[in-house]
């Protein structure tokens, strides 16, 4: 069983960075980020295999945001920088136990969500 806790999330201005974590128990080979927006479908974004760090991102993101992971801590971030209005988003952190690390593959463990909004 894994657990998933957020934090970090809050309001900033079009332009300025957000960092958020995710607190992590249980094996888990897999960590991503993903958001929704209000009436949009969830979207995965960011992706970090755990024992490797290797990662991957979602054209809507890439070159602005950055998945890290500190393993002796059990954490995974999210450094958002040059927001935009249309970041605005519940964001979720999530792990999965399968084999391959993907932000279009299934994950089986959520947290709770921190909501993101960028707005002047």
């Known amino acids: 069983q894994v657990q998933l806790v957020e934090s970090g999330g809050g309001s900033v201005r079009p332009g300025g960075s957000l960092r958020l974590s995710c607190a992590a128990s249980?094996?888990?080979?897999?960590m991503g980020w993903f958001r929704q927006a209000p009436g949009k479908e969830r979207e995965g974004f960011a992706t970090?295999?755990?024992?490797?760090?290797?990662?991957q991102y979602g054209d809507s993101v890439k070159g602005r945001f950055t998945i890290s992971q500190d393993n002796a801590k059990n954490s995974v971030y999210l450094q958002m920088n040059s927001l935009k209005p249309e970041d605005t988003a519940t964001y979720y952190c999530?792990?999965?136990?399968?084999?391959?690390?993907?932000?279009?593959?299934?994950?089986?463990?959520w947290g709770q969500g921190t909501q993101v909004t960028v707005s002047s």
């Open positions: 970090i295999y755990t024992r490797s760090g290797i990662t």
């Open positions: 999530a792990a999965r136990t399968g084999l391959y690390c993907s932000p279009s593959l299934t994950f089986n463990y």
């Open positions: 249980g094996s888990r080979n897999c």
